[in-house]
């Protein structure tokens, strides 16, 4: 089983940078691929970024691409996403997800295996 805990959101003006993690534990955590999502009350749960544990692979939305940069400690069995340039249209419940045996180019929240409880990014103007 894995468990997945995300951390670092809050309130930041337009323009501003966040970094968020994700602690993930398991005992078999090297054969998930691991991503972000986003979602907004009303609104479907989107994709915004993966990367594997064992090598150096990303994949972004294209919304985020250029701004957004995903990335993991291995020792830490940590995900990070690193947000920079926000806008108020990066508001939303940001979670941390894993999917057994993925691809880091094909993931959907139909195929997540866990998730994490989110945390809460908002942008002001």
């Known amino acids: 089983q894995v468990q997945l805990v995300e951390s670092g959101g809050g309130l930041v003006q337009a323009g501003g940078s966040l970094r968020l993690s994700c602690a993930a534990s398991?005992?078999?955590?090297?054969?998930?691929?691991m991503g972000w999502f986003r979602q907004n009350p009303g609104k479907e749960r989107e994709f915004v970024a993966a990367?594997?544990?064992?090598?150096?692979?990303?994949y972004y939305a294209d919304s985020v691409k250029g701004r957004f940069t995903i990335s993991r400690d291995n020792a830490k069995n940590t995900v990070y996403l690193q947000i920079n340039f926000l806008t108020p249209a990066d508001t939303a419940v940001y979670y941390c997800?894993?999917?057994?045996?993925?691809?880091?180019?094909?993931?959907?929240?139909?195929?997540?295996?866990?998730w994490g409880q989110g945390t809460q990014v908002t942008v002001s103007s």
């Open positions: 990367t594997n544990w064992g090598g150096s692979s990303t």
């Open positions: 997800a894993a999917e057994l045996f993925g691809s880091v180019s094909g993931m959907s929240r139909r195929n997540i295996d866990y």
């Open positions: 398991g005992r078999t955590l090297s054969r998930y691929t």
